[in-house]
């Protein structure tokens, strides 16, 4: 089955920087990368996806990139607040949005004031 | 902005009990499933749910697990003799199904045994 590797494991940074989270899969066969933010006491929370016949997508100051052939895929976070504080999750899937998720162990993520 | 909704928040529950875990998916959804967190582990997939049947389950997903849509509303996770191992935090999901339809999470019961 999927495997999804996710890096690095807590990634502290100050305010205004920019932030990366990177992972992996195994499955060739998978087509849809979805990052999911979870805040304290929530669920996830879905923040951008990404399906295989796209390389690059933005929404404001988050960007998820994919490289198919290496089989990774990765989360961009620019000009970070403190809000942006939470545990980030990457997963895979099959067949988009209605097939099983599998995610990354995630990244905790600090921003300092 | 419509939600996935779970109760109870948190259930404990003692060793070998029976325990039911409810949500009441976004109504114009066709999909439904369970995923479960061990503390301080990756969210993991039980089961997913389509037409009133089970589309898809994990190995985690055993005889003790069952899952139901009583009414046109509810999805319920049923654990008939729980174990220790069972403690985690478990989320429902639901999606509309098909392209670039993606799966929403409700905020998780916690379940505790004892």
């Known amino acids: 089955g999927e495997n999804v590797e996710q890096h690095p494991s807590t990634l502290s940074v100050q305010e205004g920087d920019s932030a990366v989270i990177k992972c992996t899969y195994s499955d060739s066969a998978s087509n849809y990368f979805p990052w999911y933010k979870q805040e304290l006491g929530k669920g996830p929370q879905l923040i951008i996806d990404i399906r295989s016949n796209v390389g690059e997508k933005k929404d404001q100051r988050i960007a998820v990139t994919l490289n198919k052939t290496a089989k990774h895929f990765s989360l961009h976070i620019t000009e970070t607040q403190p809000e942006d504080s939470a545990v980030y999750f990457c997963?895979?899937?099959?067949?988009?949005?209605?097939?099983?998720?599998?995610f990354g162990k995630g990244t905790m993520l600090l921003v300092s004031p | 902005e419509p939600e996935v909704t779970q109760t109870p928040s948190h259930q404990v529950t003692q060793m070998g009990q029976e325990v039911i875990l409810r949500c009441v998916p976004i109504s114009n959804h066709l999909y439904f499933y369970w995923y479960r967190q061990i503390l301080g582990q990756k969210v993991e997939f039980l089961v997913s749910f389509y037409n009133n049947e089970i589309s898809e389950k994990s190995e985690i997903f055993d005889d003790q697990f069952s899952v139901e849509r009583p009414d046109g509303s509810n999805f319920t996770l049923k654990i008939r003799s729980t174990k220790l191992e069972d403690s985690a935090m478990y989320f429902c999901?639901?999606?509309?199904?098909?392209?670039?339809?993606?799966?929403?999470f409700g905020d998780g019961t916690r379940l505790s045994i004892l």
């Open positions: 999901a639901s999606g509309r199904g098909g392209r670039d339809q993606p799966q929403h």
């Open positions: 997963a895979a899937s099959k067949d988009s949005g209605y097939s099983t998720l599998t």
